[in-house]
């Protein structure tokens, strides 16, 4: 009887349940975050219990990871996280960041990538292709800023110098991995590895982020007029935002790059100008007509017009915010699922993966070398280490290009989720200590 | 070179694109408000150009009805679309509207289902089966509450007396709609229907929906307390409140329902009361604090804390509106767009199809007369005429059994089209003069 009520609805209805579990899943593993974890790990940790439940006979969740759907929304998580996190980046404050960050950031890519791919890869990992090799040394160039960012803020330190180093480098370093991630996808796709394929793509990657930034500030301003228009509403302002992230990732997908490249670049161009003509959030419109009707006092209308006005500035954010809500933990729990807890069984494996984390952190360490003087280098090396969710990218797109495979799948997602969980309560020491040095001096 | 990124990212992509082309053509067809008309009556008709274009030699939007992933994301849109209106309606003003909604229900599945099966069908269409005449008359019976649920929230009257009566209505014909359906499909089948087969059918209707409501009541608030222990963040509120609506559509396709009546019934059941352990949205958070601190006057506190009482009352509703700006037009678009209007070529198709369309209200209007005293019969009438996606559903399926062919399946599609289309024009002048009269009074 269940197909009676129609067609497909049956099939559908499953993915509903599938979406359920996985986001109610994803809410209880947020237990973590009072033992000081990040979210984000938590997800991880459920998608890999929910994928590995069958190694104790529990096949009942083996299905959504193969379901195209929850597969889709997957890769709508990973787009739609990479748009909020160009939202979040600012072009002018990333130009203030300065040669330091610069600095950091350069060699905080490089040296994980030549190490990884050119000497402790070929050295633990010895049976694999050299374009495996290549895919270990991306993924350990990632640097995850929110981790970080969250500790720095919990300690109250995010105005310190170290702060701002590793703020500023991790967006350049998000722009470097998306290079890297797009030269080497190219180079595993073409097969051949020339002088001229590389220049091409590093050309076509370089022009595609200064092409949409650069066309991005000259036309959505105006684009958001034109729309602007046609309805000024809640939902052509999120109709509008969102598509316009949509349409980069197509565009770079269509120009050989990830569309995560594309969402990124489409959530650098856009901000809050270029929706100056839609309406305001309804409570900032009710609470400003009810400050004017009050005859409000100018310290009140100081006060919350300031809360108004950062409202309405975010008021894109807000509005992705539900659809991040929905989309981007299906993302980190089927890339959980996708580890094969099995293949840990072998101790070869789980000591490759010990190495590939020392080398991870060893080589942000050394970044942390050139943050310039009167900077703790340990904080700077520290806070650049977590790899979070652009290392898990790296390893998804390696393995769905069938370069990641198996055993170093399982070795970069524990270097992932290693750098993940040791650097809070690490960062937190160094910190705690750097603040006694600084009262006693 | 677009599959470069990795595996399906190519394919992918592509959605994401239809996915824009959809979310702009339909707030482009907002322009449609500027005559009066409802904005989803602007969807269905851009949903039908993009669908024919193919008749003036413009194939390239012809894939996105195809994608499988745009056709779950439809489904998914009108899933939360009731879930919305689910939210949206009160069960205690429901039960207020009960037994007129029930007569109208009743009425409204039985008046067209006996004129169109042994009146109306073998007089226009003579040369056709009693079992395709059984079948023209269950896809009379359906209400597409969708479309009317729009028209009366476009127009902000979803509170009023007549949409209180359509909706609960609608619902009950959902029900009643599918276990026609059902005891047709089973008669054309197998050949033979008993009592039993019948009664079993109702029962587990009838069961779903009060067991839902039942158990929803005693449970709903309780599994509220649990989450807020584990996290009290807007991602929990959000994560809950969805997963609830989804979780019910799936059990509602496991008992042979439609999704769309378990996402109305978890609506119903949950209510703010269920989020009360909490945090309130960000900005209600800020506000409150700026008040406290600036020794505001009970004035201003009383007229802004009345605005952030009634948004923290309504934060579920907040979050789900991204996500219903984002899949709900794509249900309406992709239902225009299966619309064929080369069928609208052969006149004496035309004609049968006119002939059945006028039944199509007729029928409804006839219900409308037992929606009680002081209550607009024509709204209620015209309320319950469109038949939309299940009209749809239900012509499709006897089209898969071999019992609607040809120019029945093109008469019956003609049917739901005319009452989809002409329900929101005359629905709005109806409300628009009742408010007239109204403001006169």
Redesign the interface.
């Known amino acids: 009887?269940?197909d009676?009520?129609?067609?497909?609805?049956?099939a559908?209805?499953?993915?509903?349940?599938w979406?359920?579990v996985i986001?109610?899943a994803?809410?209880?593993s947020?237990?973590i975050?009072r033992w000081g974890q990040p979210?984000v790990l938590g997800e991880l940790l459920v998608g890999v219990l929910l994928g590995n439940l069958a190694l104790v006979g529990i096949t009942i969740f083996e299905p959504i990871a193969l379901d195209?759907?929850i597969?889709?929304l997957a890769?709508?998580g990973v787009?739609v996280l990479l748009f909020q996190i160009g939202l979040e980046s600012n072009l002018s404050t990333m130009k203030k960041v300065g040669v330091p960050a610069i600095m950091v950031a350069i060699l905080g890519a490089v040296v994980p990538f030549v190490l990884g791919a050119w000497v402790v890869g070929p050295w633990l990992l010895p049976d694999q292709t050299f374009n495996t090799y290549l895919f270990l040394g991306a993924a350990l160039t990632a640097t995850s800023v929110g981790i970080t960012a969250r500790v720095f803020k919990d300690l109250g330190k995010l105005q310190s110098k170290e702060s701002q180093i590793v703020l500023g480098a991790a967006v350049i370093d998000d722009i470097l991995g998306l290079i890297v991630?797009?030269v080497i996808?190219?180079l595993v796709?073409?097969g051949v590895i020339t002088a001229g394929t590389v220049g091409w793509i590093v050309f076509k990657s370089v022009a595609f982020l200064a092409g949409a930034l650069i066309l991005g500030h000259l036309f959505a301003p105006k684009i958001g007029l034109w729309?602007s228009k046609?309805?000024t509403?809640?939902?052509?302002k999120?109709?509008?935002a969102?598509?316009f992230g949509?349409?980069f990732?197509?565009i770079?997908?269509?120009?050989?790059?990830?569309?995560i490249?594309g969402a990124f670049a489409a959530g650098l161009v856009l901000d809050s100008v270029c929706f100056r003509y839609f309406r305001k959030?309804e409570?900032?419109e009710?609470?400003d007509e009810?400050?004017a009707?009050?005859h409000?006092n100018e310290?009140?209308r100081s006060?919350?017009g300031g809360?108004?006005n950062h409202?309405a500035a975010h008021h894109v954010e807000d509005?992705?915010?539900?659809?991040a809500?929905?989309v981007v933990?299906i993302f980190f729990v089927v890339t959980g699922m996708m580890v094969d807890l099995s293949t840990l069984a072998d101790p070869a494996i789980l000591l490759t993966a010990l190495g590939i984390t020392v080398l991870a952190f060893f080589g942000k360490m050394i970044a942390g070398i050139v943050a310039g003087k009167g900077v703790n280098k340990w904080i700077v090396g520290i806070g650049m280490s977590p790899r979070g969710e652009v290392g898990l990218i790296f390893a998804?797109?390696?393995?769905?290009?069938g370069v990641v495979t198996g055993s170093v799948f399982s070795v970069i997602i524990i270097m992932v989720i290693m750098t993940t969980l040791l650097t809070p309560p690490i960062l937190t020491w160094l910190i705690n200590k750097q603040k006694a040095e600084e009262a006693k001096a």
Chains 1, 2 share one sequence.
């Open positions: 009887m269940a009676a009520a129609g067609g497909d609805h049956g559908y209805a499953l993915t509903f349940l979406i359920a986001l109610l994803a809410k209880l947020s237990l975050e979210s195209p759907i597969l889709f890769e709508l787009v991630l797009a996808s190219a796709t073409i729309f046609i309805h509403g809640v939902g052509m999120f109709a509008l969102f598509s949509l349409i990732a197509f770079a997908s269509e120009m050989g790059l990830a569309p490249v959030p409570v900032v009710e609470i009810a400050l009707d009050l409000a310290r009140t006060r919350i809360i108004l409202r509005l992705l915010e539900p659809i809500h929905f933990p998804t797109i390696g393995a769905g290009l």
